[in-house]
């Protein structure tokens, strides 16, 4: 099985360079595409984005655990912003909270995916990168991507520094991660 996980889908912008750059090493239709976005109001443009019946959308948040957990979105920024951690005080301090789903990701990889498939990540989720990356590693699913690709937010999440991020990368390249920095 070839997969291509979106966490932090926004508005399809990343399916859609998935789609262009797969091209060159690969079929893009042998991939089957799931796409995570928590903000509500950025789904129905994930959903038009949608090219084939390959394409998954869920409007989820990832995490490190299963349940319901708020959503902080600042709609006032372009590009528009939202996240779950309470530590990202810039957006969590300021705006209105709605309730969303929250999956385990590390959980959903291992019980859906397994070492054989190809896996592409791409990891844009606004700080929960720390927490989801540690479960991965915990849960022993952190080789399961054969990319993960992942924008860090050290520093706008006061939790985890660059210090923090550098750790968690050595932490995963050890544990037999191939994981490159998005942006």
């Not at 950025?42 to 948040?61: C, G, M, S, T």
């Not at 990891?123 to 022993?140: H, N």
């Not at 952190?142 to 924008?151: C, K």
Request: no cysteine.
């Amino acid at each position: 099985m070839k997969v291509f996980i979106d966490l932090g889908a926004y508005y399809g912008d990343s399916v859609n360079e998935f789609n262009n750059w797969i091209q060159l090493i690969d079929e893009p239709s042998e991939f089957e595409i799931w796409a995570f976005e928590p903000n509500p109001d950025l789904k129905e443009q994930n959903i038009i984005n949608a090219k084939d019946n390959n394409y998954h959308f869920k409007p989820w948040a990832a995490t490190d655990y299963d349940g319901i957990t708020e959503l902080a979105v600042d709609k006032t920024a372009t590009p528009m912003g939202s996240t779950i951690m309470k530590s990202k005080k810039s957006i969590w301090n300021r705006f209105p909270h709605i309730q969303v789903k929250a999956f385990d990701f590390s959980k959903w990889l291992g019980q859906k995916f397994d070492h054989s498939d190809t896996i592409i990540v791409k990891m844009d989720i606004e700080g929960a990168e720390y927490p989801v990356l540690k479960k991965m590693l915990a849960d022993g699913t952190i080789n399961y991507p054969s990319y993960l690709f992942v924008e860090f937010h050290p520093n706008k999440v006061n939790d985890y520094t660059t210090d923090d991020t550098n750790e968690l990368v050595n932490q995963i390249i050890e544990a037999g991660g191939n994981i490159k920095l998005w942006h």
